[in-house]
């Protein structure tokens, strides 16, 4: 299917395990974006990449990594799960960065 | 900074009702002020891109116009199905391509 998928849509994880958030999309946009939503902060920027191998942080990095080893997938991977980043947490495409994004569907992740 | 603020937070209207939500923004040299709509468990979906001050859009019931310092998005004779969260966001020519978004106005239309 056309488009930008996320998954899982749902997880829940433990307090300190690894956990890795899958994104695709299908348009060989250059940059891909991971945003996560929390009530009160809206939605705010994790890591964003330019082009496959070129990562940066955004407004809130700690306890997250990213890679894009390909175009057309950016997984974000935590580390260590914290109580702190149950979130929604949303991927997104654009072809030049400039002319707005289109958002995945977003995974909803408890860590208890 | 780049900075966007959202008002108001809720908005209960009546079908028919017109209103208006507000984004103020500072940013150093806009590159574009965007409106997404989101509804429940889904992600944001694109409405509009405003680039200079006196600009305006439309779209069906939705048109958003951009001054030099805020945003307006205008709905008129909303129907049920207009209801969802608004928000805004700004990318500024310093951003990297990043768009900074505010926390949104959620938008019920009553029947």
């Known amino acids: 299917d056309a488009g930008i998928t996320q998954s899982p849509r749902y997880k829940i994880t433990e307090t300190g395990r690894q956990v890795t958030l899958m994104c695709h999309q299908t348009?060989?946009?250059?940059?891909m974006f991971w945003y996560r939503q929390d009530l009160g902060h809206g939605l705010r920027l994790i890591y964003y990449?330019?082009?496959?191998?070129?990562?940066d942080k955004g407004e809130v990095p700690d306890g997250y990594v990213v890679s894009r080893s390909k175009t057309e997938n950016f997984p974000l991977t935590l580390e260590s799960a914290t109580r702190s980043q149950t979130s929604v947490y949303f991927c997104?495409?654009?072809?030049?960065?400039?002319?707005?994004?289109?958002f995945g569907s977003g995974t909803r992740l408890t860590v208890v | 900074e780049d900075q966007v603020t959202q008002s108001p937070e809720a908005l209960r209207l009546q079908e028919g009702e017109s209103s208006s939500l507000n984004c103020s923004y500072t940013v150093s040299g806009l590159r574009g002020l965007f409106w997404y709509r989101q509804d429940p468990g889904e992600g944001p979906e694109f409405l509009f891109t405003?680039?200079?001050a006196g600009e305006e859009k439309e779209k069906e019931r939705l048109k958003a116009t951009l001054t030099k310092k805020e945003s307006f998005l205008h709905i008129t004779a909303p129907k049920p199905e207009d209801s969802a969260t608004y928000l805004c966001?700004?990318?500024?020519?310093?951003?990297?391509?990043?768009?900074?978004f505010g926390q949104g106005t959620r938008l019920t239309i009553n029947p």
């Open positions: 966001a700004v990318q500024g020519f310093q951003g990297a391509q990043k768009l900074v």
């Open positions: 405003l680039y200079s």
């Open positions: 990449s330019a082009a496959a191998d070129i990562t």
């Open positions: 997104a495409s654009s072809a030049d960065g400039y002319y707005g994004y289109t």
């Open positions: 348009w060989s946009h250059s940059y």
